[in-house]
């Protein structure tokens, strides 16, 4: 979900920060062995930040924002194809590629222009963006939605090889 960082101009989305255009800063606020998490800032907006936290193979994509709400946007006006009751989840999907957009529990996405989205971040300050597998958007969405808010902490893998089998 996350190949790169500089290319430009993106062609999936980007996940930013709804009082700053863009971050002059990325740096590395931590890792463990699978997840790493960057911290984006700007010198013009020092209250404004946004911790950015993904892994290897995994489809979740967390951000936690300081001083505004999340904006996730599109090249192109992306189908909605699912939203919760409270409004908080969003399925979406463009170049047959689809999406949960997961905010905190009562937030309501809202749709400032046709490619743009804004989740309101009240105390809870962080929003989810989960690629859905091919094929399996309807069916994916309940499970999808289930581990989106519950974040990763820390990741550890562990190593063992046997030299006489060479395994």
Not at 90 to 95: E, T
Not at 129 to 158: H, I, M
Request: with cysteine; glycine share 10%; proline share 7%.
């Amino acid at each position: 979900i996350c190949g790169w960082m500089d290319f430009e101009p993106p062609n999936d989305l980007v996940i930013g920060h709804a009082e700053v255009p863009r971050f002059l800063d990325a740096r590395l606020a931590g890792w463990s062995d699978w997840f790493v998490t960057a911290r984006f800032a700007t010198p013009a907006h020092a209250d404004a930040t946004m911790d950015v936290t993904y892994g290897h193979g995994s489809p979740f994509v967390y951000a936690s924002l300081r001083g505004g709400d999340a904006v996730v946007r599109f090249p192109s006006p992306p189908e909605v194809f699912h939203r919760s009751a409270d409004g908080s989840t969003l399925g979406v999907c463009r170049d047959r590629r689809c999406w949960l957009l997961v905010g905190p529990r009562g937030a309501r996405w809202s749709e400032v222009d046709g490619t743009t989205f804004r989740s309101p971040l009240g105390a809870a300050g962080r929003i989810t963006v989960a690629l859905l597998p091919d094929g399996q958007r309807e069916t994916a969405v309940p499970l999808f939605t289930q581990y989106a808010r519950t974040g990763v902490r820390d990741t550890k893998v562990s190593w063992s090889y046997d030299v006489a089998a060479a395994r």
